[in-house]
């Protein structure tokens, strides 16, 4: 697996596609809860866009900052999938969790080449209770959360694989065979 935090580049043949919420909330926005030390709840948290938008959002970031974004119109291949989870509480110490199931879809044909389920938990034991409003902290927590699993589904060396094509001017390069597809890649 890649280092995390660092981009490693890659042709500009994707676009991040419709990420289904199903994390089953009533409110598209909701993150999660503060409690008291007792578990009564406290104060609701909430992110600024609903979820399917923010982890869109995520993947289309990702992928511009390692210059492989291509325009919806004319990518080769789209990132999407479904959110099974992504939420935040607070305890005793702040927690983040998300589970994202990704797939690598060939816009050409609407196959679905990988399909990876990716999960990312956090907590931060450095919070003190009572050293001020956990919220910010909370969003910060799960955006980082969030940010590990579109790190590791771009960077996944399945997917890559998938869509690291022919190098110019390097020979041998031009004629790639395409690997195998996977259990889902039927």
């Known amino acids: 697996m890649p280092n995390p935090g660092r981009n490693r580049a890659g042709p500009p043949v994707l676009s991040a596609g419709v990420f289904q919420d199903e994390r089953g909330e009533d409110e598209p926005r909701l993150l999660g809860t503060v409690k008291t030390p007792i578990g009564t709840p406290f104060e609701r948290v909430y992110l600024r866009v609903p979820a399917d ?44 969790s998300a589970k994202v199931r990704v797939d690598l879809v060939d816009r050409s044909s609407g196959r679905v080449l990988y399909r990876h389920t990716y999960e990312a938990h956090h907590q931060n034991p450095n919070y ?48 790639r065979p395409l690997p195998k597809p996977g259990p889902y890649g039927q």
């Open 53 to 96: 938008e923010a982890v869109h959002n995520a993947f289309l970031h990702a992928l511009d900052a390692r210059g492989m974004l291509a325009p919806a119109s004319s990518a080769r291949f789209s990132l999407e999938g479904d959110i099974k989870e992504l939420e935040c509480e607070l305890l005793v110490r702040p927690y983040a």
């Open 128 to 175: 003190i209770p009572g050293s001020g409003d956990p919220v910010p902290g909370l969003r910060d927590l799960t955006s980082r959360v969030l940010q590990d699993i579109v790190d590791r589904a771009i960077d996944d060396p399945h997917v890559r694989e998938w869509i690291d094509g022919p190098v110019e001017g390097k020979a041998g390069s031009l004629v």
